[in-house]
């Protein structure tokens, strides 16, 4: 179905709070009356996020593991773009991808078709992580040059914080000192005056976490200016100036929330920070998931606003997080959320639009569409989407895999049904 929408001379904030209606009659009949919802089951739509995750992330991990994926990986730019690809694209490729997979990779072994395709996942990713800082490896990663490599090294370092035992300990001792010294090396650059800060002291905190010399420095400022940027009920600057763009889930709420627990857990340490503020970091990231619960319309689109959408399903790492963590508000129930995002990794993967011939992602939204990426926007960059998948980090017997399917909230708004009213929670 084709909708048409008329332009409208509104600020870009009352877009979001728009759009349910412009996609809500996805949900109703054409007397107002809710369309039957799709049988479904919450064990099918966890083998199509596996099957989703799967065909995204397997050809950086496999080619990473064969030494290939410099190779063979596309250096697809956006217009205009202005950095060294060369230098850059390939680590933000590892990076983004191990930091969605990770949650999984995280979970035991076991005999079905799922754990065999994890345990093959995880053992060609522990090979690529050993190639990735071997100097005589085709495929080892730049961490000296540019300035780009702070944002993809926090991802790395996010993805041994979520999978440890996975992904970290398994390591030889020198793989794991090529990373420290890598994480190291990034001191003497500084990048933008933003949500890089996150970056940077999460990489720290992650030395704090296995023991490592560590900057409190940088930590201390990130959680400092991050307090200064916070504007109220769950939204935070990026810098002096707001924007209204996905960076709230892209960076700043796992990773600030990370970080805090992260410091909490290894206390005593040079920087201080207090149970309060990580139950507020939390609160913040929880209340900011029911926007992100919110903004799915009845058909599972969402809206495409703002810098860097290329990431596609990025913008829900926020909401999957909370589902991890199994801090979903009382009013939001955990299928709700497995269903609403079920529909939109269907919209977004089931499909060849966003995959070359040779299954890597092309720039675009919801297709092949250049234009839509930013001056920084590489294809390596494009697999942040794999941290749309968080919840895949909760085993099947989970209820959020395991209790029925329920409609989400804009499908229940615009279908007549009883929806809890929103209001601004300050925290």
Not at 199 to 221: N, Q
Not at 279 to 303: Q, W
Not at 385 to 402: E, I, Q, R, S, V
Request: net charge positive; hydrophobic share 40%.
């Amino acid at each position: 179905m084709i909708y048409m929408i008329r332009k409208l001379q509104l600020p870009v904030l009352l877009l979001l709070l728009l759009w349910g209606p412009v996609n809500g009659q996805a949900g109703r009949g054409q007397k107002g009356t809710p369309v039957p919802t799709v049988v479904t089951t919450g064990a099918k739509d966890r083998a199509q996020w596996v099957k989703a995750l799967y065909k995204i992330a397997w050809p950086v991990v496999h080619n990473l593991a064969a030494g290939t994926l410099k190779k063979n990986l596309p250096l697809e730019q956006g217009p205009d773009y202005n950095l060294v690809v060369k230098d850059v694209t390939y680590l933000e490729a590892v990076g983004r991808t191990v930091a969605g997979i990770a949650p999984w990779l995280e979970l035991p072994d076991d005999a079905t078709e799922e754990g065999a395709l994890r345990a093959k996942m995880r053992r060609e990713l522990l090979q690529g992580l050993r190639n990735a800082v071997d100097p005589e490896n085709p495929d080892c990663l730049n961490f000296k040059k540019q300035n780009q490599p702070i944002v993809d090294a926090a991802y790395l370092s996010h993805a041994f914080l979520r999978a440890p035992k996975a992904l970290w300990e398994p390591l030889d001792s020198l793989t794991k000192r090529r990373y420290i010294d890598a994480f190291k090396s990034l001191r003497n650059r500084s990048g933008a005056y933003n949500n890089w800060l996150v970056f940077a002291a999460l990489i720290e905190g992650f030395l704090r976490y296995i023991g490592e010399d560590y900057d409190p420095v940088r930590v201390d400022y990130a959680l400092n200016k991050m307090k200064d940027w916070y504007t109220g009920d769950s939204w935070y600057k990026d810098g002096d100036l707001f924007s209204m763009d996905y960076y709230n889930s892209y960076v700043i709420h796992p990773m600030l929330t990370d970080l805090i627990r992260t410091l909490l857990e290894k206390r005593p340490g040079k920087v201080h920070v207090t149970t309060r503020d990580y139950e507020t970091a939390l609160s913040r990231m929880v209340r900011h998931a029911e926007f992100l619960e919110r903004i799915i319309g009845p058909d599972g689109t969402y809206p495409a606003f703002g810098r860097s959408v290329t990431y596609r399903t990025a913008a829900f790492q926020a909401l999957g997080q909370v589902a991890l963590m199994e801090k979903l508000p009382e009013h939001i129930q955990p299928a709700q959320v497995r269903c609403a995002l079920t529909k939109v990794i269907t919209n977004m993967f089931d499909g060849n639009q966003n995959f070359d011939a040779n299954g890597w992602l092309v720039l675009g939204f919801n297709g092949h569409q250049p234009m839509m990426a930013d001056v920084y926007t590489s294809t390596g960059s494009l697999y942040m989407a794999t941290l749309g998948f968080l919840p895949l980090g909760l085993p099947a017997d989970n209820k959020f895999w395991t209790d029925p399917p329920a409609d989400w909230t804009s499908k229940r708004a615009w279908s007549g049904q009883p929806v809890k009213k929103d209001y601004k929670v300050e925290y």
